[in-house]
């Protein structure tokens, strides 16, 4: 299965930019990363995606390296809202028309006020 | 407005008894899933459907049972088979089973103990 590596936990000061790491050195050409959050006793929550270029939408950014074996989700502005578990995922083709979402144990990240 | 409804939020199980969780979406989704999650880790794949009256095992998929009858349910049965059941149990929907881009969307999941 295609794994990816993120720290343990973060924190970030509110209303300050946060960056999350995450490695995936055995992607594959036709791997996309996701990042999903999840806040405690919820559902996963979808925040972006991409493949090769670095990507932008109303939650955060997504900047992937050039050689795909690392990225980093930007979130431009912290809010206490913001705290949460957050997951890099590859998303990896496995036949049949089927793409399967492998799930770590994610970041923790908490906003200090 | 379209979701996922998983019910009920809580549920218990007595020894040797089979329950089911049910999971319910109105987004016209293709693809269905189903994940376990124990204290601090991530998801694991339980099951997973492309379409009506077919699905597929996932990583963990002993002592749990699914059927898709109908394209906006699919439910699942923890049998007594499963030994340790207690967790919380995720159910996503995808449109497009086989389209690549399209984010899995999350229901608030089932949190099932033992008696």
């Known amino acids: 299965d295609a794994k990816t590596t993120q720290p343990n936990s973060m924190e970030s000061n509110e209303e300050e930019p946060v960056h999350l790491p995450c490695n995936h050195s055995t992607i594959s050409g036709t791997d996309y990363i996701h990042w999903y959050r999840q806040l405690p006793s919820q559902g996963p929550e979808y925040v972006i995606h991409?493949?090769?270029s670095n990507v932008n939408n109303r939650m955060a950014s997504l900047a992937i390296a050039e050689d795909r074996k690392s990225s980093t989700l930007i979130l431009h502005r912290a809010t206490l809202r913001d705290a949460a578990v957050y997951y890099c995922i590859l998303a990896t083709y496995s036949g049949a028309g089927s793409y399967q979402l492998t799930f770590g144990k994610g970041t923790k990240l908490s906003v200090i006020p | 407005d379209g979701g996922i409804t998983q019910s009920p939020k809580y549920l218990f199980r007595k020894e040797g008894q089979n329950v089911t969780l049910s999971c319910e979406q109105n987004?016209?989704?293709?693809?269905m899933y189903w994940y376990r999650q124990d204290p601090g880790q991530g998801l694991r794949l339980i099951y997973y459907s492309q379409i009506v009256n077919d699905f597929q095992k996932g990583d963990i998929a002993e002592g749990y049972s699914v059927s898709r009858e109908k394209k906006e349910s699919f439910p699942l049965t923890v049998t007594s088979a499963q030994k340790n059941p207690t967790a919380f149990y995720l159910c996503?929907?995808?449109?497009?089973?086989?389209?690549?881009?399209?984010?899995?969307?999350f229901g608030d999941g089932t949190r099932l103990s033992i008696l």
């Open positions: 996503a929907s995808r449109q497009g089973a086989g389209v690549i881009n399209q984010p899995q969307h």
């Open positions: 987004l016209n989704h293709d693809a």
């Open positions: 991409g493949l090769t």
